[in-house]
């Protein structure tokens, strides 16, 4: 029994993906419209609405977090103040879901998505996908919507520089060391910093030299470092894939399992 309650306790540690709204915390605010690429997610479920972040990979295709699936999403790109309307916004609604077919609610692995969405009007630019992994001890950056602190929400872009560490700082974290895989996942965030992501910035890309390598994913819920990404890399092939699938002639009659 004793076993039991151990193995589970680092689950009530982690922050649930997705919950509320995004939060980068030690950072800054972004220059107005220096990201073109990222997304704010608006899902409307029975229960709530909730946010997550995601950006462009191409203009007809967001990449996000897999546990970002459940309710309506509406995509709006071209947003600095979300809570504004600004000229520069453009709302879109989302034509196809497409988690990875392997994608793990408990777990956590294999946490991404593919959003497909009509072209938008202003064509934006985007990052190009990372075919191999970062080094530990690269400073990369990544940006998300909502609270600065863990009781401070904000509603304009924020962003933060981290640290790629070692497989082995969350292999070795006492929460985070069931659930970590490195051959899937990436470290991110000095511990010695208190400088990270948070929950709703789920979704968002690690970019590092106009690159994006990761993608945001969990974390233990009182918001300290490392945080765990997605790892880029690993899931390129299945991205193009899908991607050059979905926009064949044809695609619009296929079914969501047919393109896993």
Request: with cysteine; charged share 20%.
């Amino acid at each position: 029994m004793h076993l039991q309650i151990l193995f589970l306790l680092p689950a009530a540690f982690l922050q649930p993906p997705g919950a509320q709204a995004g939060e980068i915390i030690g950072g800054r605010v972004a220059e107005p419209h220096s990201r073109p690429y990222m997304a704010y997610l608006q899902r409307k479920t029975p229960q709530a609405e909730k946010t997550c972040g995601g950006f462009l990979v191409r203009e007809d295709f967001v990449l996000t977090a897999a546990h970002c699936a459940d309710g309506d999403i509406i995509v709006l790109l071209g947003a600095h103040n979300v809570w504004r309307k600004e000229e520069t916004q453009q709302r879109i609604s989302v034509r196809r879901k497409i988690p990875h077919p392997r994608y793990n609610k408990t777990s956590h692995e294999n946490d991404l998505m593919l959003l497909q969405v009509p072209a938008p009007t202003a064509p934006s630019a985007h990052p190009g996908l990372a075919g191999q992994a970062v080094e530990p001890g690269s400073v990369c950056s990544v940006a998300g919507w909502g609270k600065t602190s863990r009781y401070a929400r904000t509603s304009i872009l924020h962003e933060v520089e981290l640290e790629v560490m070692a497989d082995e700082t969350c292999q070795e974290d006492e929460l985070l060391q069931s659930y970590y895989k490195p051959s899937r996942m990436m470290c991110v965030g000095d511990p010695d910093e208190h400088k990270a992501s948070f929950s709703g910035d789920s979704g968002g890309p690690l970019v590092c030299d106009g690159t994006a390598h990761g993608i945001v994913s969990f974390g233990k819920n009182d918001s300290s470092p490392p945080r765990v990404f997605t790892k880029v890399s690993a899931y390129v092939p299945w991205i193009k894939k899908t991607m050059k699938r979905l926009s064949s002639p044809g695609s619009h009659a296929e079914s969501p399992a047919s393109l896993h």
